[in-house]
Every structure is written in C-alpha cells, then in structure tokens.
DNA sequence: ATGGCATTGAAACAATGA
C-alpha cells in the first residue's frame, strides 16, 4: 500500500496535476492507494468529486471557501470506502478546516487515516502563532485517544514545521522563525514522544531534501526549501514501512502548487 | 528592513501563506 500527501494550495487550480500525478503513478505500477490533500481553498459543494471518482477514487473532505480544506482520497480498486469520518478536533472549537479522518479497511486489518493542515503562525508574536500552538495541544491531546483505540494509525499532513535543522535549507538564516521554533519542534517532538514516527528518517536519505520552496526568489531552482509535510506513522504502521520519499516532479510542472507530494510504501500485513 | 509570488474574493487591492 502506497499513501501520500499532498498541500494542493487550491484544489481548483491543482485538479489537473492531482489528476496527472495520479495517473502517472497508475501508470508507473506505483499506484497511490490513499492520498491526503490540503488547502482546497474550496467550499464543499464545489469539490471536484465527480472528477475524482471518475479517475478512480472515493473522497472524503471538509472545506471551506478561500482558506483551508482538507481531504482523503481513497483508490477504489484498492481500498474500500472510509468509515468514522471525523472533521475537526472533537471538542476544540474552530472555524478552519483543517482536520480530516477515516478508517480503511484495507488488507491486514483496519487503518486509522488523519489528513491534517496545522495552522501556518505567521510570525511568533502574532495571535495566529498562539492559535498553532492551542491547535496542536488541541491535536496532541486528541491523537493520545485516537493511539489507543487505533494501534494502525497514520497522520498525513503539512505540518508548518521544519522538525530539525537537516530539514531547512539555511538553518542560520531561519534560526528561531516561524516553522522552525523551539515550541513548534516540541510540539513536533511530543507527537513522537505519543509514539508516531517520522517515516521519512526512518531511512537513509540524501541532504537538503525538501517538500515546500517559496514561490518567490527562485525558492525551488536554488532549492531554497523547508520539510514541512510529514507522514507519521504508528509503530505497529511503522514496524510494515518500507520507503518514504519525496516526489520533485510535479513541483517542476507548470503552475505548480509550492508544495510536492510526499509518498510512503507500507508492506499490507 | 522590505518585498519578492500565488491564490482568493471582489472588482482595487487586502489577506494569507511559509
């Protein structure tokens, strides 16, 4: 099983690269079996579901018109359709849509599925700095339930923060931003503490490996980047992860999204 | 120190992203 995330940054505009980065992995006998999305920027009745199905996967989502938005696509060849749909932090009240989550029952049991858009912050003296950090103990507290009731459990997601130095590509110059805080890496830290695994490190990987480059100043052409998205995964997941790497190609495509998919290959039992 | 680029909603440019 292959699973995936993807921050779209509008899912409107980026329908025709979901489509095509979707088919050329069908084609390349790498199909991706759940694929997370973020940023929709979309309401919901103007979700492309139609198209989606069309191109062989089930959705599901919570959107929001201009801002956020959150899905889970789900290969129907492969996967049958999520069950326990979860929008939102229960109990955390908030206007965004940045949460959503499913179980899949695919071959080797249940999969416990979380398509997460954690909140930007901005700067750190802003209010929207605040609402990350009441977001993510918000999250952490939620995911501690959701470990154990769910031992297969994956957290797929842009995490707005750059876990380590290794992950930024000029540690000095963003040294204490936004991304890369102490109090961002330690809630970073805390989700690892709660037993998810960064599946990336999990494996030997070259340096200055990134999956967001700054739209601006040639980010992606100098490679001026960050990792801000993840997939975490739980140790039972963790124990059947066998590669995780980041896809570049359809950073190169025309009117890219300033993100690039990030891809894990799971063993099925 | 600032803006640089992209997207949205709205109909010019402000808000947001990271």
């Keep these: 099983m292959r699973v995936a995330t993807w921050n779209v940054n509008s899912l409107k505009v980026r329908l025709p690269h979901v489509l095509q980065w979707l088919a050329q992995r069908e084609a390349d006998a790498t199909p991706i079996d759940l694929l997370c999305l973020q940023e929709l920027k979309l309401p919901d009745d103007r979700y492309p579901l139609a198209e989606l199905d069309a191109a062989g996967y089930s959705s599901l989502f919570t959107g929001q018109k201009t801002y956020n938005g959150v899905a889970i696509l789900a290969r129907k060849a492969s996967v049958p359709e999520g069950r ?3 929008k939102n932090i229960p109990g955390f009240d908030d206007e965004q849509q940045r949460i959503v989550a499913a179980t899949y029952d695919v071959d080797g049991g249940p999969v416990r599925v979380i398509s997460a858009y954690i909140p930007n912050g901005q700067a750190l003296d802003s209010d929207k700095f605040v609402y990350k950090l009441r977001w993510l103990e918000a999250l952490q507290a939620w995911l ?11 957290l797929l997601g842009d995490f707005n923060i750059a876990p380590e130095d290794r992950d930024v590509h ?6 204490g931003q936004n991304l890369v805080s102490p109090e961002e890496r330690a809630a970073f830290r805390a989700m690892q503490g ?19 480059w700054d739209y601006r100043m040639f980010g992606f052409k100098r490679n001026a980047g960050l990792r801000i998205d993840h997939i975490m995964l739980s140790p039972e997941l963790a124990k059947l992860c066998e590669s995780c790497h980041i896809d570049r190609v359809p950073r190169t495509w025309d009117q890219p999204s300033d993100h690039t998919p990030v891809v894990a290959a799971l063993r099925s039992a």
């Design 84 to 86: 326990d749909v979860v």
């Design 144 to 154: 501690t339930s959701e470990l154990a009731a769910n031992p297969r459990l994956m």
């Design 170 to 175: 000029d540690p000095k110059k963003w040294e």
């Design 194 to 212: 709660a037993g998810l695994v960064d599946a990336f490190r999990m494996f030997e990987q070259e340096d200055k490996l990134f999956s967001w």
